[in-house]
């Protein structure tokens, strides 16, 4: 299912930069709009309830006009200001209605025109011309001259800067949450998952889509939560291991310890035994002395492989030649003991690199187990052959096999059943396995329908083996 969802994760998206980039622009763009919408809503404000200014264009000029020149009807100029001049055919001023703010008495034809068009007038003044006749059909030109007032401009400007600032906050207000949501949502993930880290509780992954940048931080965060959840699930799994191994270690030492201790009373007590009596309890006492020696010895062994700082004498050895040679130095004792040997080692060396004290310990034990806990007539199978670049070692019998419930358990310490293989310690295969391990091999129980129990060891060649020292290192 974890797989299913995270198929479904969109791929990752550009990088933060183009995100900024991105927002830069919004932003300008909400800046442009903002002030299109200030200007037109200043520009609407002041039309309607401000700046009360006539709209010339429909102004009739004939309705206005009078002669004599003082009847000129003036309601207009009450209403929005400004005033009035008859200008006759030379350019001349000769009438002025209401209060004039200029200086100007007479027009030659181009500067009038140019007063009138708005875009080569650069007066503060507003004009507006009606044609006229004069009492003896002259053409005369009434104009109406309005000043623009230094209060309407700021009052326009200060509208404009009024709605240009509430607009403004307003669109990035929203523009704001809009953008601070796409960010949110990785970084209360990435602090609800810290969180949970200092809790100790490595099981927390972030998933979410964002940014190129917290694509990263999601990926090295999960990453870095599977190595805790790893190490924690390992240190408590050692932790759990820890106390098994003492559990099993102090019974192991106190069954020995009590009989020990139980027979040495007895002969510290019974002072007129007969001297078989005697010799049976000492050979008892011998016997589990002898064992906790062992056991502490295993125990040794065991913690040395455990040493990071331990360096195998390595030495290339033909490992078919050498394997034969152990099936040989066994092979009294597996007559002596009713065994048959099925042995199929080629004459091709096998050239490996090994440590040869270490290996003997391996290829003993798992041929004492054999011999020991296997009835006689039971057949040893050994072989030897490459396999790629390694040399495969098997090694088994068609004895009374491992039983069920200890084979995936067979190389952890204290492991013990009550047949098939096992040593009287419970850490000969465990030893075994650090041994394969520290010459990077593998050892595994194989199942096999013609031998019950089957052991299988691999391990790099010469060249395989040089390879693999130089990768490390």
């Known amino acids: 299912m974890k797989k299913d969802k995270k198929d479904k994760r969109p791929a990752v998206k550009r990088p933060l930069r183009q995100l900024f980039f991105r927002n830069y622009m919004a932003i300008s763009g909400l800046m442009l709009v903002t002030i299109a919408l200030s200007l037109f809503g200043m520009d609407l404000l002041m039309n309607r309830y401000v700046d009360r200014t006539a709209d010339l264009n429909e102004v009739n000029g004939a309705e206005m006009y009078r002669y004599p020149f003082d009847n000129i009807d003036g309601r207009l100029l009450d209403q929005y200001g400004g005033w009035l001049e008859i200008v006759d055919e030379a350019g001349s001023v000769i009438y002025v209605k209401g209060s004039k703010e200029d200086d100007i008495v007479q027009y030659s034809g181009a500067q009038l025109y140019a007063k009138l068009d708005i875009l080569r007038n650069d007066d503060s003044i507003h004009y ?220 091709e060396p096998l050239p490996v690199r090994l440590d040869k004290r270490h290996m003997n310990r391996v290829a003993a034990n798992l041929i004492g187990n054999a011999l020991k806990y296997n009835p006689p007539g039971t057949t040893l199978y050994a072989s030897c052959e490459r396999r790629g670049g390694y040399a495969v070692l098997v090694l088994g019998d068609d004895g009374t096999g491992v039983p069920e419930q200890i084979r995936d358990h067979i190389f952890d310490e204290f492991v013990r059943g009550h047949s098939g293989v096992k040593d009287n310690t419970g850490l000969g295969l465990a030893i075994c396995k650090k041994i394969i391990t520290l010459h990077q091999g593998t050892i595994e129980l194989l199942e096999d329908p013609s031998y019950s129990t089957l052991f299988r060891i691999s391990l790099p060649c010469e060249h395989e083996a040089a390879r693999g020292a130089s990768r490390r290192t």
């Open 128 to 347: 507006h011309a009606y044609p006229v006749e004069g009492p003896r059909g002259e053409a005369y030109v009434m104009l109406w001259k309005i000043p623009e007032r230094l209060e309407m401009v700021s009052t326009a400007f200060g509208l404009f800067a009024a709605l240009f600032a509430v607009l403004l906050f307003v669109a990035l207000y929203v523009y704001a949450r809009y953008s601070v949501r796409q960010i949110k949502k990785p970084l209360q993930q990435i602090v609800d998952g810290i969180k949970e880290m200092e809790h100790l509780n490595y099981k927390k992954r972030l998933d979410f889509s964002a940014e190129q940048e917290f694509a990263e931080i999601r990926e090295a965060f999960n990453k870095m939560a599977e190595r805790l959840q790893s190490t924690s699930a390992e240190k408590e799994a050692a932790e759990h291991h820890k106390r098994n191994m003492l559990l099993h270690l102090s019974h192991d030492l106190k069954t020995p310890i009590t009989s020990i201790l139980g027979y040495s009373q007895l002969l510290l007590e019974t002072k007129e035994a007969d001297e078989g009596l005697r010799r049976k309890y000492v050979q008892y006492m011998y016997d589990k002395s002898a064992y906790m020696s062992h056991l502490i010895q295993d125990l040794f062994e065991l913690a040395k492989l455990d040493d990071p700082q331990l360096k195998l004498n390595r030495e290339t050895v033909n490992m078919a030649e050498w394997f034969r040679h152990m099936l040989a130095e066994c092979y009294p004792e597996l007559e002596a003991k009713g065994f048959q040997l099925e042995a199929h080692i080629p004459e």
